[in-house]
């Protein structure tokens, strides 16, 4: 017998059924249980090549939750971490700088610039 061993433990998932994790699984089974109900809830409105797209369609993201990992976050916890940048507190940075230095020499930069010499013709040649 062999066992495969992650090289990062945080990255090894146990299997329960057809190869797929606790979460797969029950999304899966989420999935399935959203198509059946939507095929029997448009079968005396549709046809069945219809009924096929929407029951695809309406369970397509209750089976994607399942499987989507993005930056080590999953489904839920990505749709919750947007909720909360863009609609709880959303805020608009803006970069302002505090350089002493800038505010010192302020004044100075706001002086006039001294004349320049006007050149001769022997030194505009060179």
């Known amino acids: ?20 994790n606790t979460r797969q699984f029950i999304c899966s089974l989420l999935a399935l249980g959203v198509a059946v109900g939507v095929y029997f809830l448009l079968r005396p409105l549709l046809g069945t090549e219809e009924i096929g797209w929407v029951c695809i369609l309406a369970a397509a993201p209750f089976a994607a939750c399942g499987f989507f990992s993005y930056h080590g976050m999953t489904a839920e916890q990505l749709f919750w971490a947007w909720c909360k940048s863009e609609i709880l507190s959303p805020k608009r940075l803006i970069y302002r700088s505090n350089s002493y230095y800038y505010d010192a020499i302020q004044g100075g930069m706001r002086m006039k610039k001294p004349k320049q010499k006007k050149r001769s013709r022997k030194e505009k040649r060179h």
């Not at 017998?1 to 797929?20: A, C, N, S, W």
């Open 1 to 20: 017998m062999e066992i495969k061993i992650p090289k990062e433990v945080r990255d090894y998932h146990e299997t329960i059924f057809f190869g797929l």
